[in-house]
C-alpha cells in the first residue's frame, strides 16, 4: 500500500477500495440510501511506522463528494497510541469504550472517557490513544482537502512526557525564576550588539543555572529577529565566556540537544503552521502577507518549524528572548506588542512581563523596559 492510501486509512480513515467495493459503494455519491452491514468491511492492524502497540481499524465510509469525511472505529489496545500527527481539515473523535489518553503539542496529556467527543481543528498536532491500564475504541471522522487527511510526524516518547513547550495554557508562577531573570539582559544585550553587557550577562546566565546549550540557544534563535550579523558576534563572544570561565575551573553544564528530529517537508510547513497559529492566536493572514507571501512560508516553515520544534528550550524562554530582544530595537514596537500577546498566551504572566521590565531597568537598559513596559499595557488595555 503506498503511503497516500496508508494516511488516508489509518487516522480515521479512508478504507481500503476493495473493503468500500464490497460493502457495496465507493466513494462516488448514490441517489439512493445504503446500508452497508456491521462486519462487511475488513478490519485491518496499524502498522509499525504510525502508531505504538497494537492498534485495529475498522472502516466505515470514505470521502465523497456530498460529504467530505471519512469515518472509521480505531480500537487500542492497553497503551497502544498513534504518532504525533496532524489533520488539514480537522477531525472529530468520539470514545466509544474504554479510557484514553490524548495530548496537543506543547499541552499535558488528557484522559478521555466514552461519549467524550475531541474537536481536533485543522494543523493542530497530536496524538491519541489508550491508557496504560485500559483499552480504547473512538469513532474518528476526518475530514479531506485535495484527498488528504492526514500528516504524519514523529512517535511520541515512551514515557510520553509533556514536551518542553508544554506550558501554553497558564503561567505556573507570577515570578520569574532566576534563569528566567537572567535571559532577559542576555537578549537585549544581544539585539543592541553590546558585547561588554552581553558578556556580563551571559556570566550571570551561566551563573544563574542556564545550561551552554540554552543560552546558545537563545542566540541562535534571535537571529530571526536581530539578524545574523548579530546573532553570530553574540555566539563568539559566548565562546569567549565559557572558554575563559573553563580557564578559570568553572564547569558549566552543557545541556542537551533537542530530544527529536524535526519533520522536514510538508510536513515542517504543518507543525510550523500550527505553531504559529497557537502563538498567535489565531491563523496569521493580511495584506502584508498577500502581498509578500514567501514572508509567511519562511516564518511557518523555518522560525515556527525549524527553530521552535527544538526542545531544548522551552516556549517561554524562547518568548522572554525575544521581548527582551524587540524592546531593545527602536522601531520593532508592533512585533514587539505582538510577542507580549505570545507571551501571555504560552504562560509567561503579566507579572512576569512586569518583572521582566523591571529587569532591563536594572541592567542599564531603561529605553528598553519603557518600550517593553508600554506594549504590554497597551496589550492588557484592550477590550
Known amino acids: 500500500m503506498n503511503k497516500t492510501l496508508l494516511g488516508l486509512a489509518m487516522c480515521a480513515a479512508t478504507p481500503f477500495a476493495s473493503a468500500a467495493e464490497v460493502a457495496g459503494g465507493g466513494s462516488e455519491p448514490s441517489s439512493a440510501q445504503q446500508i452497508r452491514r456491521a462486519g462487511s468491511q475488513a478490519s485491518f492492524v496499524g502498522p509499525e511506522d504510525y502508531f505504538s502497540g497494537r492498534v485495529r481499524v475498522d472502516p466505515l465510509f470514505t470521502d465523497t463528494g456530498e460529504i467530505n469525511a471519512s469515518g472509521a472505529y480505531v480500537t487500542f489496545e492497553s497503551g497502544a497510541r498513534s504518532a504525533w500527527h496532524t489533520h488539514p481539515a480537522g477531525q472529530r473523535l468520539v470514545v466509544i469504550s474504554g479510557v484514553g489518553q490524548t495530548q496537543e503539542w506543547g499541552k499535558p496529556v488528557q484522559e478521555i472517557h ?200 522551552d516556549w517561554q524562554s524562547r518568548e522572554l528572548a525575544t521581548v527582551s530582544a524587540l524592546a531593545a530595537m527602536p522601531g520593532a514596537e508592533s512585533q514587539l506588542r505582538s510577542h507580549v500577546a505570545a507571551s501571555l498566551r504560552v504562560g509567561v504572566s503579566a507579572a512576569q512581563l512586569r518583572q521582566l521590565t523591571q529587569v532591563l531597568t536594572r541592567h542599564g537598559e531603561v529605553e528598553a523596559a519603557g518600550r517593553a513596559s508600554e506594549a504590554l499595557e497597551k496589550h492588557l488595555a484592550q477590550p
Open 114 to 313: 466514552p461519549g467524550d467527543v475531541i474537536v481536533c481543528p485543522p494543523g493542530v498536532k497530536h496524538w491519541h490513544g489508550a491508557a496504560p491500564n485500559s483499552t480504547m475504541t473512538h469513532l474518528a471522522v476526518t475530514g479531506s482537502v485535495d484527498g488528504k487527511n492526514v500528516e504524519w510526524l514523529e512517535k511520541v516518547a515512551e514515557d510520553r512526557p509533556v514536551p518542553p513547550t508544554a506550558p501554553i495554557e497558564a503561567a505556573v508562577s507570577e515570578v520569574l525564576s532566576a534563569r528566567q531573570q537572567a535571559i532577559v539582559p542576555i537578549g537585549a544585550a544581544m539585539a543592541s550588539s553590546n558585547m561588554p553587557r552581553l558578556n556580563s550577562a551571559l556570566n550571570e546566565g551561566l551563573e544563574a543555572g542556564l545550561t551552554v546549550s540554552e543560552a546558545k540557544e537563545i542566540l541562535v534563535q534571535l537571529y530571526a529577529y536581530a539578524g545574523f550579523p548579530r546573532s553570530l558576534n553574540a555566539l563568539g563572544e559566548l565562546m569567549k565566556v565559557v572558554e575563559a570561565r573553563k580557564q578559570r575551573g568553572i564547569h558549566d553544564e552543557p545541556g542537551g540537544e533537542p530530544g527529536h528530529a524535526v519533520a522536514t517537508g510538508d510536513a515542517l510547513l504543518a507543525v510550523g503552521k500550527a505553531n504559529q497559529t497557537r502563538i498567535a492566536g489565531a491563523p496569521v493572514q493580511g495584506p502584508l502577507f498577500d502581498f509578500a507571501p514567501v514572508i509567511n512560508q519562511f516564518l511557518q516553515t523555518h522560525l515556527f518549524g525549524d527553530i521552535f520544534e527544538r526542545d531544548n528550550l
